[in-house]
C-alpha cells in the first residue's frame, strides 16, 4: 500500500510561487506514473499535471501549462509542482496521485493524498 503525503500549500498574492511536494512511501516509487489535481471550493476534482515513471514525459491541463511544472525524484520519493505566476482561480485544495498509468484522467490512479490547501488572494 503506497501512502502519499502532500506539502508545501499556503496562502500567496496572485503572480507569486509556490512549490508544493508530495512524498510517497510504503511502494515501489518508480513503478508508479503521478500526477497533482485540484478541486475549488463547489467545483469537482480536475486533473493539473501528469508524469511518467521516469520523469521522461509530462502532461499538462491548459490552464496551467506555462505556469506549472512537475517534476520528481526517485531517489527520493518525491514529486514536485512547481506554481508560477499564480491567479486566484488557482486557489484549491491540490492533491497528489500515484497510478500504473500515465494520465490525466484521475480514475486511473489507484493512491491518493490527503491534499494540501493553495490559497491565491488579488
Known amino acids: 500500500q503506497v501512502q502519499l503525503v502532500e506539502s508545501g500549500g499556503g496562502l500567496v498574492q496572485a503572480g507569486g510561487s509556490l512549490r508544493l511536494s508530495c512524498a510517497a512511501s510504503g511502494g515501489t516509487f518508480t513503478s508508479y506514473a503521478m500526477g497533482w489535481f485540484r478541486q475549488a471550493p463547489g467545483k469537482e476534482r480536475e486533473f493539473v499535471a501528469a508524469?511518467?515513471?521516469?520523469?521522461?514525459?509530462?502532461s499538462y491541463a491548459d490552464s496551467v501549462k506555462g505556469r506549472f511544472t512537475i517534476s520528481r525524484d526517485n531517489n527520493k520519493n518525491t514529486i514536485y509542482l512547481q506554481m508560477n505566476s499564480l491567479k486566484p482561480e488557482d486557489t484549491a485544495v491540490y492533491y497528489c496521485?500515484?497510478?500504473?498509468?500515465?494520465?490525466?484522467?484521475?480514475?486511473?490512479?489507484?493512491?491518493w493524498g490527503q491534499g494540501t490547501q493553495v490559497t491565491v488572494s488579488s
Open positions: 496521485a500515484g497510478g500504473y498509468s500515465y494520465s490525466g484522467s484521475q480514475t486511473r490512479y489507484e493512491y
Open positions: 508524469i511518467t515513471r521516469s520523469g521522461s514525459s509530462t
